[in-house]
């Protein structure tokens, strides 16, 4: 349970971290000379930090170093590409064979030995790795700051730099307007339920006593946007902490927990709280535990996590 509790909270702090700092993904500035694959290089992207950096060739060694980065280069074709990453990556599962080089502290003296010719950063990390990614530009290895992404346009924007830094923006565009395409047929599956029916959603991103949930501006209250819930702490902003008495006055119709990969029964231990007794989603049993990386990760999944939510607060309507 210590180990569970452990990495619960260095799982809220990611969170938090992810959704404190933002930077956004730039077009490149130029694409020139030799064509490998469908981008010319050498290329220069402008990344989440407004730094250009230059690819002189269409990387064949790359180490990532945050999940929604690897998850995102693997979707773009760049499995055997990927050498290293996190401590954190568990998807897809072949993801596990590979180096590991760390989790908010990075290895950096592990990522040199991998002889990479591209680290893919992320502006979430930036508080901790800042002066790790200086040594590895240093030693001549490009580094590209992803961005953060508090809504759907900011992971399109992720996947499209990912895409321009390795040679495979072709790839990238058609994965986007994939995700595109299934997000609008959720939405429209959504304007189906009738405005009396719309729940007031409580998400808890961390169990008592700590409590935090997923307020306004996040990426979570986004995808509650997308199904046309209501999220009861959209008075808030960001990633916020709660008493057990304010959510109670809040009286949610249906509790979201995203952390039961670390605690076993989340949705009972909810269930249980003496003081949630009467509120609504206790009562009637409307509590419910998510995968917390389809949710919590801005990569090419996220998709799976709008339906999970949706199929979790709309049963009627999406479980068909």
């Given at each position: 349970?210590k180990?569970?509790?452990?990495?619960?909270?260095?799982?809220?702090?990611?969170?938090?971290?992810?959704?404190i700092?933002?930077?956004?993904?730039?077009?490149?500035?130029k694409?020139s000379e030799?064509?490998?694959?469908?981008?010319?290089?050498p290329?220069?992207?402008?990344?989440?930090?407004n730094?250009?950096?230059?690819?002189e060739?269409?990387?064949?060694?790359?180490?990532?170093l945050?999940?929604s980065?690897?998850e995102?280069?693997?979707?773009?074709?760049?499995?055997?590409?990927?050498?290293?990453?996190?401590?954190?990556?568990?998807?897809?599962?072949?993801?596990?064979?590979?180096?590991?080089?760390?989790g908010m502290?990075?290895?950096?003296?592990k990522?040199?030995?991998?002889?990479p010719?591209?680290?893919?950063?992320?502006?979430?990390a930036?508080?901790?790795?800042?002066?790790?990614?200086?040594?590895?530009?240093?030693?001549?290895?490009p580094?590209?700051?992803?961005?953060?992404?508090?809504?759907?346009?900011?992971v399109?924007?992720?996947?499209?730099?990912?895409?321009k830094?390795?040679?495979?923006?072709?790839?990238?565009?058609t994965?986007?307007?994939?995700m595109?395409?299934?997000?609008?047929?959720?939405?429209?599956?959504?304007?189906?339920?009738?405005e009396?029916?719309?729940?007031n959603?409580?998400?808890?991103?961390s169990p008592?006593?700590?409590?935090?949930?997923?307020?306004?501006?996040t990426?979570m209250?986004a995808?509650l946007?997308?199904?046309?819930?209501?999220?009861?702490?959209s008075?808030?902003?960001?990633?916020?902490?709660?008493?057990?008495?304010e959510?109670?006055?809040?009286n949610?119709?249906?509790i979201?927990?995203t952390?039961?990969?670390?605690?076993?029964n989340?949705s009972?231990?909810v269930?249980?709280?003496?003081?949630?007794?009467?509120v609504?989603?206790?009562?009637?049993k409307?509590?419910?535990?998510?995968?917390?990386d389809?949710?919590?990760?801005?990569?090419?999944?996220?998709?799976?996590?709008?339906?999970?939510?949706?199929?979790a607060?709309?049963?009627?309507?999406?479980?068909?």
């Amino acid at each position: 349970m210590k180990v569970g509790k452990f990495m619960l909270r260095w799982l809220v702090t990611l969170i938090i971290m992810i959704g404190i700092m933002a930077g956004c993904a730039a077009e490149p500035k130029k694409e020139s000379e030799q064509i490998q694959g469908n981008t010319a290089f050498p290329i220069t992207v402008t990344d989440a930090m407004n730094k250009e950096v230059t690819i002189e060739k269409k990387p064949k060694r790359i180490v990532s170093l945050i999940p929604s980065n690897t998850e995102i280069a693997y979707v773009l074709g760049l499995e055997n590409e990927i050498v290293g990453v996190s401590d954190n990556d568990n998807y897809p599962e072949s993801v596990n064979k590979k180096e590991k080089v760390g989790g908010m502290e990075v290895n950096i003296e592990k990522v040199i030995s991998l002889q990479p010719d591209l680290v893919l950063a992320h502006a979430s990390a930036m508080g901790t790795s800042k002066e790790g990614l200086q040594q590895l530009e240093s030693a001549g290895i490009p580094v590209v700051v992803v961005n953060n992404a508090d809504n759907f346009e900011d992971v399109y924007k992720s996947i499209q730099l990912i895409g321009k830094a390795t040679g495979t923006s072709d790839k990238a565009a058609t994965v986007i307007q994939d995700m595109k395409d299934k997000l609008a047929g959720i939405e429209e599956k959504a304007k189906t339920i009738e405005e009396s029916k719309r729940a007031n959603v409580w998400i808890e991103v961390s169990p008592a006593p700590e409590i935090y949930t997923a307020a306004k501006g996040t990426f979570m209250n986004a995808m509650l946007e997308v199904i046309g819930a209501k999220n009861t702490a959209s008075s808030k902003e960001g990633w916020v902490q709660f008493t057990e008495e304010e959510v109670v006055k809040l009286n949610p119709d249906v509790i979201i927990t995203t952390y039961g990969y670390y605690v076993p029964n989340a949705s009972e231990q909810v269930m249980n709280r003496p003081a949630w007794k009467n509120v609504t989603a206790v009562k009637e049993k409307k509590v419910y535990d998510v995968n917390s990386d389809l949710v919590t990760r801005p990569g090419p999944r996220v998709i799976e996590g709008v339906e999970d939510l949706a199929k979790a607060i709309y049963p009627d309507t999406f479980n068909k």
